[in-house]
């Protein structure tokens, strides 16, 4: 206890009263600051809370903005009169609107969709619209408006927009009706593709054995183009169409594929004509009227193409699939308007100048017989099975000057066996088990000169031929029964197509090239063709049907009395009597 009146005391006393103080201070200062750091936090969280809420707030008002904004209007321009304004087709109605500066330019063509506000003002484009006709063109009048046919006998006459501006009859186009205006040209690829618009790489001088079809098509076919003056003197009209008929393989196609390739050479340089090759069995559809309009559209495009002159060529392959005779009961009911359909393009009453039907089948007996009279298929050339000579000219458009051959004199380590000395003609196929005799020597006997390779292959076609066409026991191949109870052997002969040549050769290459891979002499033998025509024979001993043996036999080739029955005569399907 101080002293009264002690200045240090007092002094002591004040020290602590002060020191008390600060103390107390600092405790409070202490305290306000844990304060303002709660409160900030708690003042960010608000802050948190209320840009939550105003993020709210903005996308409930743009909603509510959006579910309040009135609806807008699809249409589709028609025409542009002026700057800032437009005509538009909307609901079938065309309206004179005003345009917003952002939408107006290029975009706004005849053919383009907008939108529309409440206040029918072009506010913005549209997208295209997700459902439209597709009619035909008929005809493109002078000011270009197209003449359309959308179904049945009703016709629209429509703006064509600049997409659609080339369309041409027989074409399909995209058009709203309602709004009277054709948007663009829809490409059918169904009938494009049915169409080969190109000459093709093919010549007389590729097609062996057919000398005299290939003069009388020529005779049908190129004398009304390529002396039109003689034929107008004459007043002999150029025929409308030609019927290539045969067996299967026998050169139908390429002779009328010749025939385009022939015109285009001698008509124009090369560029003038054209060839309309149509794939038969794949314009069958199974709409009503669909086959119809599809043969409409390619004699459309005959006739476009003929327009200036120039030679078209269209060919019907495997024409029986298409215009069966009608009433026949063999097919459906189909025929009985198409057939009335290819008729009334042939001679109806628009005219086909400069187009040449050519029409390929292996069945001609079921062509209806109102296509193939005189004035619509007015030539008929019959492709036969080729002769002896025949095959060998076929052989030689296939063994070529430029294909290597070997000689029998040329050395082969490889071979011990004895010559053949045997005269080509006493050869044939060979049946199974028969001992290989070796490389045969292709010379007569007689003849002890070395042969040059002009001279070997032409034995070597002699000796595949012969081998091909003679009558030997191991050449038989069936054994057929006529209705009368007659019965005739068929050999291979009967059965040499131009096709099957084509194949023996090429297997024949095959060997040759293998032997070669194997580390064999190089060139084509003989052993290669006639193993290629015992393997091509063998390859085809299992097809004759012997189910329905006549229709097997009109499709063959053998158009004479009815077979009842047929039996092999090769092969592990070979019958015994």
């Known amino acids: 206890m101080s002293v009264p009146g002690d200045p240090l005391a007092e002094a002591r006393e004040l020290a602590e009263a002060r020191g008390r103080a600060v103390e107390l201070a600092e405790r409070r200062l202490a305290n306000a600051r844990a304060d303002a ?14 840009r939550e809420a105003r993020g709210s707030l903005v996308g409930l008002r743009e909603q509510l903005e959006a579910l309040s904004n009135p609806p807008q209007a699809h249409g589709m321009v028609v025409g542009v009169p002026g700057e800032g304004l437009a005509d538009v087709s909307v609901g079938g109605r065309v309206l004179r609107v005003a345009v917003v500066p952002e939408v107006s330019g290029d975009g706004l063509q005849p053919g383009a969709p907008v939108l529309l506000n409440e206040a029918m003002m072009l506010v913005g484009l549209a997208p295209e619209a997700a459902q439209l006709d597709v009619v035909l063109v ?15 006998d009703d016709e629209h006459l429509l703006t064509a927009a600049p997409e659609a501006s080339s369309a041409q009859p027989g074409q399909s186009v995209a058009a709203d009706r309602r709004a ?43 004398l009304p183009f390529l002396h039109r003056d003689l034929y107008a003197r004459y007043q002999l009209p150029a025929p409308k169409g030609v019927l290539l008929y045969g067996p299967p393989g026998c050169g139908k196609t390429m002779i009328a594929k010749a025939v385009a390739n022939s015109l285009a050479e001698q008509v124009g340089g090369g560029v003038g004509s054209h060839f309309l090759n149509i794939k038969g069995p794949e314009l069958l559809n199974k709409y009503v009227g669909e086959t119809e309009r599809q043969i409409r559209v390619i004699f459309a495009t005959a006739r476009e193409h003929a327009a200036d002159g120039r030679p078209v060529i269209v060919f019907f392959d495997e024409m029986d699939s298409l215009f069966r005779t009608r009433g026949s009961g063999v097919s459906s009911d189909m025929e009985s308007t198409v057939v009335p359909q290819l008729l009334s393009e042939i001679d109806g009453v628009e005219g086909l100048s400069n187009v040449i039907i050519i029409g390929a089948t292996n069945r001609e007996d079921l ?188 499709i063959s080739g053998r158009k004479g009395e009815r077979i009842t029955f047929m039996r092999t005569l090769r092969g592990a399907r070979q019958v015994n009597p």
């Open 37 to 50: 750091r709660s409160l900030a936090q708690a003042n960010e969280k608000l802050n948190a809370t209320l």
């Open 138 to 152: 008929k005809d493109v009048l002078a000011d270009g408006r197209l003449l359309v046919s959308g179904g049945g």
């Open 367 to 554: 062509i209806d017989p109102a296509i193939l009279r005189p004035g619509r298929l007015d030539v008929k050339i019959k492709l036969d099975r080729p002769d002896a000579a025949s095959a060998a000219e076929i052989l030689g458009k296939y063994l070529t000057a430029e294909v290597p051959l070997r000689t029998p004199g040329d050395p082969d380590p490889g071979r011990h066996s004895e010559p053949d000395l045997r005269h080509p003609g006493e050869r044939s196929l060979g049946g199974p088990g028969e001992a290989d005799p070796g490389e045969p020597d292709l010379r007569h006997p007689g003849e002890r000169r070395d042969l040059t390779p002009t001279q070997y292959r032409r034995q070597l076609i002699e000796a595949t031929v012969e081998a091909l066409y003679a009558t030997t026991d191991e050449n038989r191949f069936l054994e057929v029964t006529y209705a009368s109870g007659d019965r005739e052997v068929l050999y291979v002969k009967d059965f040499v197509s131009g096709a099957m040549l084509a194949n023996i050769v090429g297997r024949a290459k095959k060997s040759a090239i293998k032997e070669v891979l194997a580390g064999g002499p190089d060139g084509v033998r003989l052993e290669h063709l006639l193993g290629a025509c015992a393997d091509e024979v063998a390859e085809n001993e299992d097809l004759p049907n012997t189910t329905n043996p006549d229709d097997w036999a009109r």
């Open 180 to 222: 009277g205006i054709a948007l663009w040209v829809v490409e059918r690829t169904e009938v494009n593709d049915l169409l080969l618009d190109e000459v093709p790489d093919v010549d007389y001088a590729d097609i062996g054995g057919l000398g005299g079809q290939i003069e009388q098509i020529r005779d049908a076919v190129e």
